[in-house]
């Protein structure tokens, strides 16, 4: 960790002191930067996080950060970049501020996943995106079922099994199966897509 | 070892990507997640593996979140959100919402809000919204139960599941259900441990013993989910003249007869192919067809003048006959003592004991086990974690045996099958000394190593009471089980399906996954349940669904074409083509040479031997392997145009289907009588569109040709009728299986 990035993790440390400094007259290019970043920061909050519920709650914290520093932030500089900055600090506050048995991961795993998840080619997000969407419409209609349910924040597992009548031991295989399915599928379509880029994307 | 090797990194990719599965599901114990992380640290692969995974968690997460929301959502931002972001906020309604209403209340309640975060009050909203509106919501009601009477996630959506059902025969095809036998054969997956085996940590397998129903049920289950995953659909059924062709071929290693093919094609009774396994199994066909190919791989076609084939063969038939059971036989194999003459099992040894018992060893290995070990005799393997001294271990155990001359000449084989060089010459006898002393070898860097008799962690004590190749047999039955009995089920699993679950099938190990482990390792524990029984599980694979299916690619499987070199999915039955001795049994039937009782079985396998003998070569090398050209070369087309086999074949199949001809007075309805009876005998179908025409102009010709005289009519009628069965015969189509 840099000196200046030192810095800045104190000043996020206490936002109250901060919060003088929120822009009444956000810039509208901005918010669209931030707006469009939010789901790659939740990408790279679960990574390091690993579970959904915190990876949100980081988000939020994180997101209230991004606002407040928003006119700090230099245009034309790459905001992606900035904005992950600042996650990985909330990501370090969170983690100091939870009680440890909260935690699931140790400090060297996220350490070492966040570093390398940072250098991770970015440019490629928004085709996985869509490769995702396309491969989700390639599933077979009861896995697609499965697998919204799986996501569906109002259905438990416990639920799903239940409404599918099959033991839930069976609907995580099937959960973990689609899942690989998915994953597999999003590496070949990436692979086509390279090889011919569509038109405008 | 080293760490990056690749097979050590697929293994750990499959060990990070089984922990991924659960850990989304929260099903993680604590040392679960250190060993996730140690995998994540240590293996850049299993790094990039965990980031693409969890991204593609996170964004079903996220998406999902709002497929129930999305409709009226994006009504309400559109008037909040600024112009320019409209397009992006398609897609993050949820947080861009949030995110807007932090703006907003940042204004005023800056403090209040970052401890209630308006997330939480915003999912309210949502849920509320959801519940109105979701037309996604709405039609789940009428999923759910449709999934829920197919009781499974069997592969097909609905209504293709209907039309598959049409095409498929009840008593074969109960849609794949997951059994309710679910629960007992949960123990034997030790690659799905689920949350509620982290209750009871015990982990030792059970092994249960399931019926056959339930094991060939469980095995459609896997399957179709395997397909699923693949996103593959399986070929349509194959219709029962192909198939009846193709269970005779794997079962009797023969083409059914005429009448065979139309009593089966004729039944319309439901459970007429289970029926039929079930008599092709339990007739002594089905023995001497394995004991034949088990023949060959126990001490080979070339001539061995110590080796007694007929007698060996004669032991193998009458133990898969009536005492089916594998583990058995291999001990006997291996422990086998006497006189090859008398004691069939003597004859393995008795072949590969020559260069200090190397082939012995690496036969051993390769064709019980599945291990190509013969390279480690001499430096530890490259790719896999074979390591030299294992073989000499191994090779340790042979070390007692010896060759001796046999004492008199009454050990001399019978006389009625003295058939030259198929019978010993030389009078031997396999014994076990009493001291054997361990194998000495040198590894590369020329230092002297000593080996002593061990194998799967066992050793064997050096002792003048120990028999070590007793010991080994006894080894190979307890601790080596798995190793044995996986290496049999892929084995015969290659042999109905042309290719292993592993491929080459007889390189099993780390390096080489199998391709759909789990119904590998649930076949294999089932094979080692049943105390090995041979014919069950050739009943469970013939009774599968997989093997009812065609041999055809569809436009849904194209991919699945392992005959180009990638990995077999399974989801149609590959074309075999047939093996030297199917294709002489087929003939020899064609030709009325066929042996029709187990009597005269014995003289006609000696004469088959001659026959196939000429094709096989020696590779002379340390591991006494054979080719044979016999598989679609030059000499296997030159027999068939014109060898004495297919001459005789040929003469007598027309001789048959031509005896009732009246000779005065031949019809049109002959010539399609004899053209669809010559083709049901040869190829087990009726002919084609095509065929009919061409050949019927050939006959026809033949009738109106002005001949005067009435039995030279014949002569040339009988002539065609030759040239047509000439042309079946050396159709493609004939020797290979479909």
């Keep these: 960790m840099n000196m200046s990035d030192k810095k800045q993790h104190d000043e996020t440390g206490n936002p109250e002191t901060s919060s003088h400094k929120v822009p009444i007259q956000a810039d509208p290019e901005l918010i669209g930067l931030f707006t469009k970043i939010q789901r790659r920061l939740y990408l790279f909050i679960l990574q390091a996080t690993g579970n959904p519920d915190q990876a949100e709650e980081v988000l939020q914290e994180t997101n209230v950060v991004i606002l407040t520093k928003l006119d700090q932030f230099q245009k034309g500089t790459n905001f992606h970049a900035w904005a992950c900055q600042i996650a990985h600090f909330e990501i370090l506050k969170f983690r100091q501020k939870k009680h440890r048995s909260k935690l699931i991961f140790s400090d060297d795993f996220v350490q070492h996943v966040v570093s390398s998840a940072l250098q991770q080619d970015d440019s490629l997000n928004e085709l996985k995106q869509k490769a995702l969407r396309k491969c989700l419409t390639k599933l077979r209609p009861q896995d697609r079922e499965i697998i919204e349910q799986r996501y569906n924040p109002d259905v438990t597992t416990e639920q799903l099994a239940e409404l599918l009548h099959r033991p839930a031991n069976s609907i995580y295989q099937s959960i973990g199966r689609i899942r690989r399915t998915l994953l597999d599928c999003v590496k070949r379509e990436l692979s086509l897509e390279k090889v011919h880029p569509i038109p405008g994307q | ?738």
Excluded at chain 2, 80 to 94: G, K, N
Excluded at chain 2, 161 to 172: I, Q, V, Y
Excluded at chain 2, 599 to 618: G, L, M, P
Aim: some cysteine; overall charge negative.
């Design chain 2, 1 to 738: 070892m080293d760490p990056s090797s690749p097979s050590q990194s697929q293994s750990r990719l499959r060990e990070l990507s089984s922990l991924l599965d659960r850990f989304c599901e929260g099903a993680l114990a604590p040392e679960e997640i250190q060993k996730l992380e140690t995998l994540v640290i240590e293996d850049a692969c299993c790094l990039q593996y965990y980031l693409d995974y969890m991204q593609i968690h996170g964004q079903l997460t996220w998406d999902q979140c709002q497929t129930g929301e999305r409709r009226k959502l994006s009504a309400m931002i559109k008037g909040v959100a600024h112009r320019s972001t409209r397009r992006v906020m398609q897609t993050t309604y949820r947080y861009a919402t949030s995110a807007i209403l932090v703006l907003a209340v940042c204004l005023g309640f800056w403090t209040w809000i970052s401890e209630n975060t308006s997330h939480r009050d915003q999912t309210v909203v949502d849920n509320q919204l959801a519940e109105k509106v979701s037309p996604d919501f709405d039609e789940q009601p009428q999923l759910v139960p449709g999934i829920a009477s197919h009781g499974s996630t069997s592969q097909q959506s609905p209504d293709k599941n209907e039309e598959t059902a049409s095409t498929l025969r009840p008593d074969m095809l109960q849609p794949a259900q997951e059994p309710q036998i679910a629960e007992k054969t949960a123990v034997f997956d030790s690659s799905k441990r689920h949350i509620q085996d982290s209750d009871n940590s015990s982990t030792a397998p059970v092994l249960v013993s399931l019926s056959d129903d339930e094991i060939v049920q469980k095995i459609d289950y896997e399957l179709s989910e395997e397909w699923a995953a693949a996103e593959l659909t399986p070929t349509a059924q194959a219709d029962d003249a192909t198939w009846i062709r193709r269970v005779y071929m794997d079962l009797w290693g023969r083409i059914p007869t005429v009448r065979e093919l139309n009593s089966f094609v004729d039944a319309s009774d439901d459970g007429k192919r289970r029926q039929i396994i079930h008599r092709l199994v339990n007739d002594m066909q089905f023995g001497r067809h394995y004991a034949e190919g088990w023949t060959n791989l126990l001490v080979g076609m070339q001539p061995n003048r110590m080796v007694h084939r007929p007698q060996l063969r004669n032991y193998l038939a009458n133990r898969f006959n009536q005492n089916p059971h594998w583990d058995a036989i291999v001990g006997e194999l291996i422990a086998a003592e006497g006189n090859p003459a008398e004691d069939g099992p003597s004859n393995f040894l008795v072949a590969h004991l020559n260069n200090q018992a190397v082939p012995a060893t690496a036969v051993t290995a390769r064709l019980f086990l599945c291990k190509q070990m013969q390279c480690v005799q001499c430096h530890n393997h490259p790719f896999n974690n074979m390591t030299q001294d294992e073989f000499w271990q191994l090779n340790s155990f042979f070390k007692q045996t010896r060759i001796q001359q046999a004492q008199s000449q009454q050990l001399m084989s019978p006389p009625s099958m003295t058939s030259a060089s198929l019978v010993p010459s030389i009078p031997v006898q396999l014994v076990s000394l009493k001291q054997g002393g361990p194998t000495f070898y040198e590894s590369r860097n020329e230092l002297m190593h000593v080996a002593f008799p061990e194998y799967a962690g066992i050793k064997v004590k050096e002792d003048d009471q120990v028999n070590r190749r007793v010991e080994l047999a006894q080894i190979l039955k307890t601790n080596g089980q798995r190793e044995l009995a996986s290496a049999f089920v892929n084995r015969v699993w290659a042999h109905f399906f042309s290719y292993g679950f592993v491929n080459p099938i007889d390189d099993l190990g780390s390096h080489n996954p199998p391709v759909y482990p789990q119904i590998f390792n649930f076949v294999t524990e089932q094979f080692i349940a049943s105390n090995f029984d041979v014919k069950r599980l050739m009943t469970w694979i013939c009774r599968s669904q997989l093997y009812q299916l065609s041999s055809l690619t569809a436009s849904d499987n194209l991919d699945d074409h392992p005959e180009s070199g990638t990995s077999p999915l399974f989801t149609r039955v590959y074309l075999k083509p047939m093996t030297a001795e199917q294709l002489y049994d087929s003939c020899s039937l064609l030709s009325a040479n066929y042996p029709s009782d187990e009597n005269t079985f014995a003289e006609y396998e000696v004469s088959r031997d001659t026959w196939i003998r000429q094709f096989s070569r020696s590779s002379q090398n340390d591991e006494n392997q054979e080719t044979t050209s016999l598989n679609g070369t030059i000499p296997q087309a030159l027999e068939l145009i014109n060898g004495p086999l297919s001459n005789s074949t040929i003469r007598h199949i027309t001789r048959e289907v031509s005896k009732d001809l009246d000779q005065g007075r031949l019809t049109a309805d002959d010539d399609v009588k004899m053209i669809s009876a010559i083709s049901r005998r040869i190829l087990s179908r009726d002919p084609s569109e095509k065929e009919m025409q061409a050949y019927r102009r050939v006959l026809m010709s033949v009738r109106q040709s002005a001949t005067p005289k009435e039995e030279l009519l014949i002569r040339n009628y009988q002539q065609a009728l030759e040239d047509i069965a000439w042309a079946y015969l050396n159709a493609n189509e004939f020797t290979l299986v479909q």
